[in-house]
């Protein structure tokens, strides 16, 4: 089961705003790229996700399916915590594919905590 339509990242153009201008946080088996979405707008849009995995971590695509399918499933897990407004791209890294479910869960929250996406927390309060 995929993210809802209303959280997911779906045109190239935007994956590349969010390349450029986003401001990036990484751990030892992900990158995520987080851009703030500056609307005028008086209501927020919601935090919406877009997953890269490469040919380069596996030429196999039941492999890379199989990561995107478990970032989304972790991605599904911190939804009701996650702050409306953000753009962000999560980008699989190399040395991934022997990487089970726990470290995913254990490194994206480490993650989202570092962005301060995530609704109470702080940069300052985990060190």
């Not at 890269?52 to 478990?70: D, P």
């Amino acid at each position: 089961m995929g993210l809802p339509k209303q959280h997911r990242l779906r045109h190239p153009k935007i994956f590349q705003t969010v390349y450029n201008r986003g401001k990036r946080y990484q751990s030892p088996h992900l990158v995520m790229r987080v851009f703030w979405q500056a609307d005028q707008q008086d209501c927020t849009p919601p935090t919406q996700f877009g997953i890269s995995v490469s040919q380069k971590v596996s030429k196999k695509a039941v492999i890379r399916n199989r990561l995107k399918r478990q970032i989304k499933a972790v991605i599904r897990l911190f939804l009701p915590k996650i702050k409306p407004g953000y753009q962000v791209v999560i980008v699989v890294k190399r040395n991934t594919t022997e990487c089970k479910y726990e470290h995913f869960l254990r490194e994206l929250e480490e993650l989202l905590i570092n962005a301060e996406i995530i609704y109470g927390y702080k940069r300052k309060h985990i060190l």
